[in-house]
C-alpha cells in the first residue's frame, strides 16, 4: 500500500510543479505583454488565477495529509472526511472563481480571436465541479462508515456487558 501512496504522492507533486512554472510564466507576461491590449482586460484576470492558486495547492496539501492517514492505516477517520470536505470547497471556489474569470476571458478572445481560451477555462471549471462531487460522494460514504462502524462498536460492546452480566449471575 505504500508504493501505491507513494507513486500518489508524487503524481500531487507532478501536479504542482506546472502551476508554479505557469504561474512564473505569468508573471513575465503580465510585465510584458499586456502593453498590447492594455492592463485593464488582464490585472482582473491574472488576479484571478493568482487567487486561484491558493484553493489549489490547499487541495494539494490536503490530498497529501490524506494519503499519509491512508498510509498510517487511519482513513477511517474523522480527520479523512475534514480532508474531503476541503478538497470539495476547493474545488468549488476553483471553478466559482474561473466563472467570475469567464466575461474577461471572453473579451481577450475575441481581440485575439482565439476561442481556445474559452474552452480551456471551461474545462478547468468542468474539472473542479466533477472532483468537488466525486469528493461529495467519498466524504458521504466515508461518513457512513463511521456511524457504522460506531454502531457496530457500541453494539458488540453492549451485547459484551450484557453477557457479561447473563453469566456472572
Keep these: 500500500m505504500k508504493r501505491k501512496t507513494l507513486f ?6 507532478i501536479l504542482g510543479l506546472p502551476i508554479v512554472g505557469f504561474l512564473a510564466f505569468l508573471t513575465y507576461d503580465l510585465i510584458t ?4 491590449y492594455g492592463y485593464s482586460l488582464f490585472i482582473p484576470m491574472i488576479l484571478v488565477l493568482y487567487i486561484t492558486a491558493i484553493p489549489y495547492f490547499f487541495a494539494l496539501f490536503q490530498t497529501m495529509k490524506l494519503l499519509g492517514q491512508i498510509d498510517r492505516n487511519e482513513a477511517f477517520s474523522i480527520r479523512s472526511v475534514n480532508a474531503l470536505k476541503n478538497i470539495k470547497r476547493c474545488a468549488i471556489v476553483i471553478s466559482g472563481l474561473f466563472i467570475v474569470d469567464l466575461p474577461f476571458l471572453y473579451r481577450i478572445a ?3 480571436d482565439a476561442p481556445g481560451v474559452l474552452l480551456f477555462s471551461l474545462m478547468i471549471i468542468f474539472a473542479s465541479i466533477v ?9 458521504k460514504l466515508l461518513t457512513n462508515a463511521l456511524e457504522m462502524k ?8 453492549g451485547m459484551g456487558e450484557n453477557s457479561i452480566q447473563l453469566f456472572g449471575n
Design 150 to 157: 460506531s454502531e457496530n462498536d457500541l453494539t458488540i460492546w
Design 110 to 112: 475575441d481581440l485575439d
Design 131 to 139: 472532483i468537488a462531487v466525486f469528493a461529495a460522494v467519498l466524504q
Design 8 to 13: 500518489l504522492r508524487l503524481a500531487v507533486i
Design 33 to 36: 505583454v499586456p502593453k498590447q
